[in-house]
């Protein structure tokens, strides 16, 4: 049973940061891609960051770049994504998702977290 569970999630100022942790259980973590995505509501579900086991080896969306890092530890099957100078628009629900590709589409990845709600208020 693979499970993922996100952490890290909260209310912060614009231009603030936060971390968010993504604990994987249950499958060889570290040989698989890891993504995160978030979505806003109404809004579709969309692609900000993904990793796949080789170190560099990263995808950033355009929205995101320069402000948000990707990284994982593969020893404690986790990836983070550091997000920093946050603005009202990151507002979201945050997941966490394995796939087998780089960069996935949503419907490219095969298992879940829960998510994480973001708020960043101006």
């Known amino acids: 049973q693979v499970q993922l569970v996100e952490s890290g999630g909260g209310s912060v100022q614009a231009g603030g940061s936060l971390r968010l942790s993504c604990a994987a259980s249950g499958r060889t973590f570290s040989s698989w891609v890891m993504g995160w995505f978030r979505q806003a509501p109404g809004k579709e579900r969309e692609l900000v960051a993904a990793s796949s086991w080789r170190i560099g080896d990263t995808y950033y969306a355009d929205s995101v770049k320069g402000r948000f890092t990707i990284s994982r530890d593969n020893a404690k099957n986790t990836v983070y994504l550091q997000m920093n100078s946050l603005k009202p628009e990151d507002t979201a629900v945050y997941y966490c998702?394995?796939?087998?590709?780089?960069?996935?589409?949503?419907?490219?990845?095969?298992?879940w977290g829960q998510g994480t709600q973001v708020t960043v208020s101006s």
């Open positions: 998702a394995t796939s087998w590709k780089l960069p996935p589409s949503a419907g490219e990845c095969d298992y």
